[in-house]
């Protein structure tokens, strides 16, 4: 969320708006109109919700990172359509993970009938995987590849499949299921003119696809009328415009001034960082491979590179990236005391997709020829912690020795005021081996963090563990009465000494 409002605010000079953002998948605000009501903003809507629903994360990234860090974009689908529509294959093409018992009825159906539909799936999350019912996992089909079918069939996950807009932008015509869940431009949407239209359940699929080649030329044009609409409505231009709209309309109805509260904290606009320095190359940018996608990344440097031995790795919490403010200052503070660090950007609000981010990024870091890393560190910021934890516990089980040590700058052991949590979210943590070093720091006054609780859970720990309290510290590390700088200065100092100690 902090890119897309940043990105919007060098466009456009934007009213002062106060607000609240989900940033999970599912809306929230209940359709209770004899209650109060609060103004929700997410990424997605439903029949039985009244959030303010903004356009998905994933579709703004794709307009943010457009022909540039993503692969799969608006832009870059068109040029991707696979071969024209007489030599498309006339099948129902469908590829991913488990995400709705519809999804499971629908690979059913595709080993049924294998000549009308062609869908697999691609990993198992949510239910148990019966191969004799499901067929095997299948590897990964690049997104471009599903245009060499004539029929895309767009069916929800855990709420609506955010993939619809990239589906449109092809020339391949889409069955699209019925659904509760709705994305910001499908009121827009029509019914027969830019999609071909399928129960919830699924009980008319065949019969459609059946329709769609009996009648080749109407599922033609209802597939260029997709693309079109798609044209029209769902490029970067129509998204930012969308967001600028949506933030006029709702400064509009506020009947309260907008102000800074405590509690809230300050987001800069992001450096390029790549002006020298005497003591460290402030960024060395880099692109990791993830899937079909890539991460951005970034390595801060000592002067003396050659002789590099100890890198650590960190990354962000949920709704950030790589340039939060305390970890450039980290990253700078190490690589002035020897150490390579890696930082890097992974979107995803999913811990199990983090991980994967995290495990990619541990890969291409070992296979880097130019260092000879005797030592490599992993860590982060909040929800980046919690992914750093869970990779060094799967590593640590394929290797004792792998993981050097674990750094967790404001473990949130509970989102705020819900402590019955704290188990779930530090599952990791406690299932760390008691060779492995681990550093947290966390203020006394996070209200992610009960420092009853998160104690408690410490003495629990096999780790070896060592916790530095941050007096006054929100979970965003910020101290009443202090600068941001001395604080940050004091944390870097923690992690730096406590790196000395292993032997770093």
């Known amino acids: 969320m902090d890119a897309i409002l940043l990105s919007l605010s060098r466009k456009v000079q934007l009213p002062d708006i106060e607000f609240f953002v989900n940033l999970g998948d599912w809306p929230l605000e209940k359709r209770k109109p004899t209650e109060r009501m609060h103004p929700i903003f997410s990424w997605c809507g439903s029949n039985n919700t009244r959030d303010?629903?903004?356009?998905?994360?994933?579709?703004?990234?794709?307009v943010l990172e457009t022909m540039g860090r993503v692969s799969l974009d608006m832009m870059s689908v068109q040029a991707n359509t696979g071969p024209p529509w007489p030599k498309k294959n006339a099948t129902a093409f469908w590829r991913g993970r488990d995400s709705r018992q519809?999804?499971?009825?629908?690979?059913?159906?595709s080993r049924a009938q294998p000549d009308a539909i062609d869908a697999a799936?691609?990993?198992f999350f949510f239910f148990k995987h019966d191969e004799g019912l499901y067929g095997p996992l299948v590897k990964h089909v690049s997104?471009?590849?599903?245009?060499k079918y004539k029929y895309q069939i767009n069916i929800d996950g855990t709420v609506a499949a955010y993939r619809l807009p990239y589906l449109l932008a092809g020339d391949s015509v889409v069955l699209k299921q019925d659904s509760g869940y709705y994305e910001h431009f499908y009121t827009e949407l029509r019914p027969w003119e830019h999609y071909i239209p399928v129960r919830a359940d699924l009980a008319d699929l065949l019969e459609k696809i059946q329709w769609a080649r009996d009648h080749d030329g109407e599922a033609k044009k209802i597939a260029l009328a997709g693309q079109q609409f798609a044209r029209n409505h769902l490029m970067g231009n129509n998204i930012f415009c969308y967001y600028y709209k949506l933030f006029q309309e709702y400064a509009k109805l506020q009947v309260t001034e907008?102000?800074?509260?405590?509690?809230?904290e300050h987001v800069e606009q992001p450096n390029d960082e790549m002006f020298p320095c005497s003591c460290h190359r402030t960024r060395d940018a880099v692109k990791v491979p993830f899937g079909t996608k890539s991460l951005d990344a970034a390595m801060c440097l000592p002067a003396a590179?050659?002789?590099?031995?100890?890198?650590?790795?960190?990354?962000?919490?949920?709704?950030?990236?790589m340039h939060f403010k305390h970890l450039v200052s980290l990253a700078h503070a190490l690589a002035?005391?020897?150490f390579l660090c890696f930082r890097f950007t992974c979107k995803g609000l999913h811990l199990g997709y983090k991980v994967k981010a995290y495990r990619a990024v541990w890969d291409f870091l070992k296979s880097l020829q130019r260092f000879t890393l005797k030592h490599i560190f992993v860590g982060g910021r909040s929800m980046g912690c919690r992914a750093a934890a869970s990779l060094a516990r799967q590593l640590s089980d394929e290797s004792e020795d792998a993981v050097q040590g674990v750094i967790c700058l404001s473990f949130p052991l509970h989102p705020p005021a819900q402590t019955h949590a704290h188990l779930q979210r530090s599952e990791d943590l406690r299932g760390l081996p008691e060779h492995l070093p681990v550093l947290c720091v966390s203020g006394t006054e996070d209200n992610m963090c009960d420092r009853v609780l998160f104690e408690k859970m410490v003495k629990e720990m096999k780790a070896e563990v060592e916790v530095f309290w941050l007096k006054g510290g929100s979970h965003g590390l910020k101290v009443k009465g202090r600068s941001e700088d001395s604080v940050l200065d004091e944390v870097n100092l923690q992690v730096v000494t406590w790196m000395s100690k292993q032997g770093a």
């Open 52 to 62: 303010i629903v903004m356009p998905t994360y994933d579709l703004t990234e794709s």
């Open 305 to 321: 590179e050659t002789d590099v031995q100890t890198a650590v790795i960190l990354t962000h919490g949920a709704g950030g990236d």
């Open 258 to 264: 907008p102000k800074v509260r405590e509690g809230m």
């Open 102 to 109: 519809e999804r499971l009825e629908l690979v059913k159906l």
């Open 121 to 123: 799936f691609t990993n």
């Open 336 to 338: 002035s005391n020897g």
């Open 143 to 147: 997104f471009f590849d599903f245009f």
